[in-house]
């Protein structure tokens, strides 16, 4: 016996894409404390990024972006697909990632790390920032080139020379915060960011913000605030000042 009624219906969430590197261990955690369950549906998909983030590493994640988007569920178009690594796109370019996203899933709007970094900076009036890095110059390097490329100056820099990813998702919230310190008492800064869907950023921003008097933002709070402006919620659930922007 069967009903002529349809079972399936039409789920009313909007769905978000978030293409995660392999050794991340810190993004997809901080994405499911930012999005309650009930207001959107998150999928997460992994691409291979092996142990060590390197330029080289990275351009084989070019190559891999287009399979680890597919491997999305394709019932339904997402609101918005993320490549959540802030390095990566710098050095692969943010608009050959829209490419690639776009020609493995369907989606209405393609974000990263560092399209979200400037759509925060922009929202906040920032044109001074000192830059929190875990990489070293041959890595971080190429975020900073494409922020200034951007009309974004970055007055100064802390890098943990790390190359590990696994060390990188071990580096203490409270280390990242002393070094967040230490760039804002230079003075001349609209506010600081603190690279790397890997660091362990999102408990230590509003503290930050309230002791030193300057907007702090990192790469997965902003990607996460990004993604949600892009799927129409009106509110983004992040901490930090951009949560009423």
Known sequence: MSGRADPIETLPNPRLGLVVLQADETIERDFRRIFPADDVDLFVTRIPSGAMLTPETIAAMEADLPSAVALLPSASPFATVAYACTSGTALIGARRVRELVEGATTTASVTNP???ALAGFGALGLRRIGLVSPYGAAVSSGFRNALEA?????VAT???????EARVARIAPAAIAE????LASGGGLDGLFLSCTNLRTLDILDPLEAELGIPVLSSNQV???HMARS????RPPVPGCLRDR
């Open 150 to 154: 951007r009309g974004i100056t970055v």
């Open 223 to 225: 990607l996460a605030w």
């Open 179 to 182: 070094a967040a310190r230490r």
């Open 231 to 234: 799927a129409g919620l009106d």
């Open 114 to 116: 560092l399209c979200a």
């Open 158 to 164: 802390f890098s943990f020379d790390e190359e590990s």
